[in-house]
């Protein structure tokens, strides 16, 4: 079964929604990166919705979710997950966010951790690096100048290391990208350029997982620095990845993830006993 549809946040906006799975099942819920729709999780819906309700949204200014006015804050993109849970009266998922889908998930947990079983962070991280304002302010006036196709242009081959030029997925990540709202992306600067939810970690007692790509920087070594202190926190590279491993290497992302929520069932069936 799939359902999709557009869930009216309270301030009047839309967000673009896909359900996939069957009614009754536990839920997945996943949030994209920036520049990134809903599609980026298509490899992830088709393994898992068998077993799983699989929930897919656009986050505020992105595919086709409605463009907010003016600059946001992961507060307010915390607060559009929590309202995209109670609109699909999801009491308890399972959290999946990639890249800034991470301090997304973080707020939301931060104002309803009981909405929360498991959380699962892929590239990304509870706070941003020092010195970042510069690069989003530059990468911001790019998309106003020069439009989204530049910034599709150079940012899609960067999070794909190794994808040859003329590879299918380079230039659906290319379209992807451009497709993105010139507006819902400066707004999402706003929110990158300089945030702390560490606060949070000490709250996230549930089941974790961290994912990163092999080839993605110094984002495993950050992501292990900043969750590691999570009780129980397992940590996981997929091989040849870059930025977006669920999106690039999807078949050793979804063997990490199906593990994952294999290996951690049984502890949420005894939780509700």
Excluded at 194 to 206: E, R, T
Aim: overall charge negative.
């Amino acid at each position: 079964m799939t359902d999709s549809r557009h869930i009216t946040l309270p301030d009047g906006l839309r967000l673009n929604t896909r359900v996939d799975g069957p009614e009754g099942a536990p839920c997945l819920v996943f949030s994209n990166s920036v520049l990134t729709d809903l599609s980026v999780w298509d490899a992830q819906a088709k393994a898992l919705s068998s077993d799983y309700r699989v929930i897919r949204y656009d986050q505020r200014g992105h595919g086709g979710s409605d463009v907010t006015e003016g600059a946001m804050d992961f507060i307010g993109y915390g607060a559009d997950l929590v309202a995209l849970l109670d609109a699909l009266g999801i009491a308890r998922c399972t959290f999946i966010g990639l890249s800034m889908g991470v301090p997304t998930g973080l707020a939301a947990h931060a104002a309803a951790p009981d909405r929360f079983e498991r959380f699962v962070v892929v590239d990304g991280v509870s706070r941003s690096a020092p010195g970042r304002e510069a690069f989003w302010g530059e990468r911001r006036d790019t998309a106003r100048d020069a439009g989204m196709e530049e910034i599709a242009i150079s940012t899609a081959p960067r999070w794909m290391p190794g994808t040859a030029e003329d590879a299918p997925e380079l230039a659906r990540l290319i379209e992807m990208v451009a497709a993105t709202p010139v507006e819902g992306f400066a707004a999402a600067t706003h929110a990158l350029a300089s945030y702390d939810h560490s606060d949070v970690l000490p709250s996230l007692a549930l089941p974790f997982l961290g994912i990163t790509g092999e080839k993605d920087g110094a984002m495993p070594e950050a992501v292990r620095k900043q969750f590691g202190a999570v009780p129980g926190a397992q940590f996981t590279d997929i091989p040849g990845a870059g930025h977006l491993p669920n999106f690039q290497n999807p078949d050793a992302f979804n063997t990490a993830l199906s593990a994952f929520l294999a290996a951690t069932a049984q502890d949420l069936i005894k939780e509700t006993r």
